[in-house]
Each structure stands twice: as structure tokens, then as C-alpha cells.
């Protein structure tokens, strides 16, 4: 017969809602209430509590003893566990006549709450930590390889990235718990894995229970991994277009993949197929400017016909490798025919000005037929800069120089630019007297060609105000100036073309220092001392753009 619960003013938890059992200083349960028979139907008054409780608490309650005659005292903390299947907090109290009376709340409602909200703190961390470790390389190989591994550490026991397929072959990236990356290229059809062809063509995921692992090609399985429990197939998703696909695998045995974890893995997904488009529209875009920049970059210039060339360039921001300044050496179509240099400034600085630059010169290739004639060279350039939506000028010198004896014969033509300097063998630095108007402002641009001969050892010198208005020096604002590179070329009588330009480039950084500066560029054309010499491929065209 089942003894009721005692009720009174001697058990005040009588009515709690609660279950509550008081037990002596001996371990022998004293009294219970209903709440407490309803979760422990064994507790009566008078048995022993490590009898009809689960081990913990009877445990709780030892320790809540002393020896000796001293009270009990309550623990410091509220202890926990599980009582048919759910989660419990025991609660002591010491009553006046030495018993203790544990109280007992459900807290499995509450502490499911909190592993929920503690799983979602953990995948939040995840995600975040992803997305920067990802986005900080716009190296593709790089993205798969970390997409790849951290799939691997924190959603399965492996993971393959598999890009989209170049021609038939896929690229992929296989890693396993705890191992590192590793590349390779399969000759495969991805149609022929369920799931696969349609992730890497961006379709929603294949739920892993339509997935057969059994199914999963020898090439999917990293080696030593065994069989296969379970696999999930999510796309990784790009900028427009499909960036790859992400193959999750779980061994055989091990717990399967739940729904939540599948739409945490496309999540995941995300944020790396992300980072992979980024990776990939980078290169592609690096791969273009490196087509576009080809012919805007500085080629070594050499001896053509006999005559010396040299040249250099410094941009205005030590990072970019283009800018407004350029020069240009055409060789002669007929050997004994003067060669073309063209040396020139365009307003501006950067990108914006190397454009135009790379539409002067090509304009400018295109009029060499007649070369012989600067004026009209530069009508004909003014009249195309004029007619384009280029609101930018540039200034321009031209200069024909061919190989007579021993002897260079110029003719210089200045349209807007700083005059040519002539270093003469004796270390006199001469002005040429040539004048002209800018090209692409106006419609005229008459200008003055004056002729020039270079003797053996000596050098005409073409460059950009860059070099004449660099600020620095001691007080750290003075110009450079037309005076200081003139003393600085009458030191360089004799000396061959490429000494020349990096000396005068020398000079002009140390005058500036750390300072901000236009773009500049100098050529220098020279009279070799040596007897005549044919140029190594001397019909090549030579071209410095800057």
C-alpha cells in the first residue's frame, strides 16, 4: 500500500511544485512530497536515500556531512544531473534538527537552450574566423586549400573543394581531419557523381540522404579514409557564376549528417565560394592588366644603327609602374634612314594618363611614314588628341637621329617640352633652339625643328619636368632646377648613354628623398666614340613607355 506523502507545518514543501526529499544526518530518507514520488517512485520515509536516488545526489548529500558532532553545512554551489533522462539542479537546505531538504529544479529545458545557444556562438566564431582567414588571400589555389581544410577540422572527418572544370578535368583539393591539403586534377564527368554536376552548375544542394555513399567514386575517397557513412554536395557560390563545389564525408559508423548541419555547411559554403569568385575575378583581372600594361612597360633600350639609346623611368607613387611620361625609339624601315625618338609628358598622373600615353604613341607609330617631317607629325597627332574625349594635353619633344661617319645628326623638335640639353666633349651643355605648342589644347601647333650634330662622346639628353621640378634638397622645398641638371650633365662629358640617365635619375631621388614627385623620364641619344657597330637585332623596334 502506498504510504502518502507527509504534509503539515512540520514539511512545508508539502505542496511545492518541486520535488522535495528531506534526509536525516544518516542517510535515511525522512520525508518527501508528491512531487518527489512522482519523479522517484521508490522514495518513502525510512529508506536509505542512496537507495531511491540516483548516485549524485546521494553523494551530494554525503558531503554535505562532517564527521564528528558539527552540523551539516550546505555545499557552495548548486549540484546537477540526470534523473530519468533529464537534467536536474539539487538545491540543499539545512533544517534546524540537523536534516537536509533537497529541492530539486528541471533545468533541461533551460540547458538545452543554452548548448543551443552555445552551438550557435561556436558556428557564429566559425563563420566569422572563415570568412577572414578566406578573405585575407586572392590566391584561388590558396582558397580551396583553406576551404578544403577548415571543412575538414569543423564539419566532417574530410573535404574536397572542387573548382569548375577546365576543359574535362576538374581541379580539386582533398583534405582529412587533421592532415593538410593536397591538389589534383581529375579526368572525370561530374555527372557521374550524384549531386556533384549539378553543385558545380549552382543548383540548390541534394539533401545526403538521396546520396548513396556506397556510390562515391574511388577518386572522391581520400586515401586511408575508409568507407564512407555519409556525404553531403553543396555548391559554393560565386559572383553571377557557380564557383565550385564542396563534398563533405563522414566514415562509416559515425553519426550522419542532421539537417541543421547541412544548412550550416551551406553557409559555410558561402562564404567560401565567395572568397574563391573574389580569387578568381582578381586573377583574371590581373591577367588582363598584364596584356594591357605589356606594351606600356619599359623595354631596355639598345645601340640601333649606330647610335647609342638609353633611357629611364621613375613613376610618381613608387607602387604603380605606369604613368603620364613616355618615350619611344622606332628604328629606321631602311637602314641609312634617320631613327625616331619621341619623348613626351601627358597631363596627369596614373592610369588615366598612361591611357592617353598609350594612344599618343600609338597614333605616333602609325604616322611614321613621315617621320621626315615633324610638323606634320604633330598637326596630324594635335587634330587625333583634339577629336578624342580626352580632355588632357601633353607636351612632346621629336627627335630623327641617324648615323653619318663618325658623327649623329639630329633634328629636334619640341612641341610645349623643356628644350633638349647637348653635352658637348669639352663639357659645354647646350640649349637646342627648338620651340613649340603643346599638342591637344589648340588647333595649331606650329613649332621650330633645329639641326644638330653629335660628335664623337657626345650626348643629347631629352627628358620631363619631372626631373627640373622635383622639391627637396637641404631646406627640403627648392626645385631642382634647369641650372643644377646642367651642372650635373656637364660632369657627364664622355660618359656612355646608360651612365648618363642614371646618374641624372640619382640625382634627382636624392633631391627629393622621401618626398612626393611627378613622373619622370629621361633618354639619352650618344655618338659612340667606338668605330660604327650594327645594333644585335638592330631593326627591332625599341620602345620605352612609361
Not at 180 to 205: I, K, M, N, W
Not at 249 to 268: I, Y
Request: proline letters at 8%; hydrophobic letters at 40%; one cysteine or more.
Amino acid at each position: 500500500m502506498q504510504t502518502a506523502a507527509p504534509t503539515g507545518p512540520d514539511f512545508p514543501w508539502s505542496g511545492a511544485p518541486y520535488p522535495v526529499l528531506v534526509a536525516d544526518a544518516t542517510g535515511f530518507l525522512a520525508q518527501c512530497n508528491a512531487a518527489a514520488q512522482a519523479l522517484l517512485p521508490a522514495a518513502r520515509p525510512g529508506t536509505r536515500l542512496d537507495a531511491v536516488v540516483p548516485p549524485w545526489l546521494a553523494a551530494a548529500h554525503r558531503a554535505t556531512r562532517l564527521p564528528g558532532p558539527r552540523a551539516p553545512q550546505e555545499p557552495d554551489t548548486p549540484l546537477s544531473g540526470a534523473i530519468e533522462g533529464r537534467r536536474f539542479e539539487a538545491h540543499p537546505s539545512v533544517r534546524d534538527d540537523g536534516t537536509v531538504a533537497w529541492w530539486l529544479v528541471d533545468q533541461t529545458d533551460h540547458q538545452l537552450a543554452r548548448e543551443a545557444l552555445h552551438i550557435e556562438r561556436e558556428r557564429t566564431a566559425f563563420l566569422a574566423e572563415a570568412s577572414s582567414t578566406l578573405l585575407s588571400s586572392l590566391n584561388l589555389g590558396r582558397c580551396m586549400d583553406v576551404t578544403a581544410q577548415l571543412a575538414a577540422e569543423n564539419l566532417a572527418d574530410a573535404a574536397l573543394a572542387i573548382a569548375p572544370a577546365r576543359g574535362h578535368r576538374l581541379p580539386v583539393v582533398t583534405c582529412l581531419r587533421g592532415g593538410t591539403p593536397t591538389t589534383s586534377e581529375q579526368a572525370v564527368d561530374p555527372d557521374e557523381v550524384p549531386g556533384l554536376g549539378e553543385a558545380l552548375r549552382g543548383f540548390p544542394p541534394v539533401p545526403s540522404r538521396w546520396i548513396d555513399p556506397s556510390a562515391a567514386p574511388e577518386w572522391m575517397i581520400p586515401q586511408g579514409f575508409g568507407p564512407i557513412g555519409a556525404i553531403v554536395i553543396t555548391p559554393l557560390p560565386g559572383h553571377g557564376v557557380p564557383a565550385g563545389a564542396l563534398v563533405l564525408l563522414r566514415k562509416e559508423g559515425g553519426v550522419g549528417f542532421t539537417e541543421k548541419e547541412e544548412v550550416f555547411a551551406r553557409l559555410f559554403a558561402a562564404r567560401s565560394g565567395a572568397a574563391m569568385s573574389a580569387a578568381r575575378l582578381y586573377a583574371e583581372q590581373t591577367a588582363i592588366t598584364e596584356v594591357l600594361m605589356r606594351e606600356l612597360l619599359p623595354p631596355t633600350l639598345q645601340q640601333i644603327s649606330g647610335v647609342d639609346f638609353a633611357g629611364r623611368y621613375r613613376p610618381s607613387a613608387d607602387h604603380e609602374r605606369i604613368g603620364g611620361d613616355f618615350y619611344d625609339v622606332h628604328p629606321a624601315a631602311v637602314e641609312g634612314e634617320p631613327s625616331l625618338v619621341t619623348l613626351g609628358d601627358v597631363c596627369g598622373k596614373g592610369l588615366e594618363a598612361a591611357v592617353l600615353t598609350g594612344k599618343i604613341r600609338n597614333t605616333l607609330h602609325a604616322l611614321l611614314p613621315m617621320a621626315d617631317d615633324h610638323q606634320r607629325m604633330l598637326t596630324l597627332l594635335n587634330t587625333a588628341l583634339l577629336n578624342s574625349h580626352h580632355t588632357r594635353f601633353a607636351t612632346l619633344v621629336l627627335a630623327s637621329a641617324v648615323r653619318k661617319d663618325d658623327e649623329v645628326h639630329l633634328r629636334l623638335t619640341s612641341a610645349g617640352h623643356p628644350p633638349p640639353l647637348i653635352i658637348r666633349a669639352n663639357g659645354t651643355v647646350e640649349e637646342a633652339d627648338t620651340r613649340g605648342t603643346l599638342v591637344g589644347a589648340m588647333p595649331n601647333v606650329p613649332a621650330r625643328t633645329t639641326a644638330v650634330t653629335l660628335a664623337p662622346g657626345e650626348t643629347c639628353v631629352l627628358y620631363t619636368d619631372g626631373i627640373t621640378e622635383a622639391r627637396g634638397g637641404p631646406m627640403g622645398d627648392a626645385q631642382f632646377g634647369d641650372r643644377r641638371l646642367k651642372r650635373a650633365l656637364a660632369g657627364c662629358a664622355g660618359m656612355p648613354s646608360e651612365g648618363i640617365v642614371d646618374h641624372v635619375q640619382m640625382l634627382a631621388s636624392q633631391w627629393l628623398g622621401s618626398r612626393r614627385h611627378d613622373d619622370m623620364a629621361v633618354v639619352a641619344i650618344s655618338a659612340p666614340r667606338a668605330h660604327h657597330l650594327s645594333a644585335v637585332n638592330g631593326r627591332t623596334l625599341g620602345r620605352r613607355t612609361a
